[in-house]
């Protein structure tokens, strides 16, 4: 079953998904750190998939496509900022800073 | 300690050396090529959790077309590998911070184990067989020997999910719409 094992992994790799997002400069690794993440949050639906019957698999089958739909818009607009200031540092894209 | 056992072991390690490795990068590309690493050590877990179906399209819609996009992205803006600091200024401590509170807090879920489960879910007193709690896990196992793993879950992805399945082709449409209408420089 390995369900305690495989939840404490989908923990690990959460907390460092969010650290990346925290800490990283670069937009586009940011979105990577996302998708990490929703990764760490798939494997907790098939855990519990094997207790809870079929609907966390298909959980998961959903998780992936509204992935898919926000890295192709995500990485749309990363290419849109780029066009006009040159750079995906997120420290410099600060034209709404008070 | 069973084989399984053993290779859950080794695939966790994999997955949490390749996510710490791809936090860590400073170039893009490598960072990218580790997460790669990080999606195909959690397809070898869905293995050994029964989500073969799953496996497979995390290799192909994951580390394939996914990462492929970003991969795509990265070499058309050149993002050469950062200079300077790679991290924003106050972000190390907040970042490491947040993560080790958040991780220790999740970590809390590594005790639980399907009996556990069953005696929080339960009115009854603790001692409640599982499979009383949790019939439809049983279902769902019966179900995959009885019709393969990809009949297994095709039942309920198209009648008890048919609905939302359907919303997810038109997410998809307006999403290709979206990003060709954001990156395309004039329409």
């Keep these: ?98 | 300690m069973d084989v399984v056992t053993l290779v859950f072991g080794v695939f966790a390690l994999w997955a949490v050396v390749s996510a710490l490795v791809c936090v860590t990068r400073r170039s893009p590309i490598s960072s990218a090529m580790w997460l790669v690493s990080t999606m195909f050590a959690l397809a070898g877990i869905y293995v050994l959790l029964n989500a073969e179906f799953i496996a497979a399209i995390q290799v192909l819609v994951y580390a394939g077309a996914v990462m492929v996009l970003f991969l795509f992205v990265i070499m058309l803006l050149n993002v050469d590998a950062e200079i300077g600091p790679m991290r924003r200024s106050y972000g190390w401590v907040v970042g490491v911070g947040a993560a080790l509170v958040l991780g220790a807090q999740l970590l809390v879920m590594r005790g639980y184990s399907v009996q556990r489960l069953a005696d929080e879910i339960s009115t009854m007193p603790l001692g409640v067989d599982p499979s009383l709690v949790f019939p439809e896990g049983a279902a769902a196992r019966a179900a995959t020997a009885s019709r393969g793993v990809v009949g297994g879950i095709a039942e309920p992805l198209f009648q008890a999910y048919l609905i939302p399945f359907e919303i997810t082709s038109v997410l998809l449409l307006a999403a290709a719409i979206g990003a060709v209408v954001l990156a395309k420089k004039r329409l």
């Design chain 1, 1 to 98: 079953m390995l369900l305690g094992p495989s939840l404490a992994l989908s923990a690990v790799l959460f907390a460092i998904g969010v650290a990346g997002v925290l800490i990283r400069r670069n937009a586009i690794v940011l979105f990577m750190c996302i998708e990490l993440m929703l990764n760490a949050v798939n494997l907790t639906f098939i855990a519990l998939a094997q207790v809870h019957g079929m609907s966390g698999q298909i959980m998961v089958f959903f998780v992936m496509t509204v992935a898919a739909a926000e890295a192709a818009v995500g990485l749309a607009i990363i290419l849109a900022i780029f066009r006009h200031t040159q750079t995906v540092d997120l420290t410099q894209l600060n034209l709404l800073k008070g």
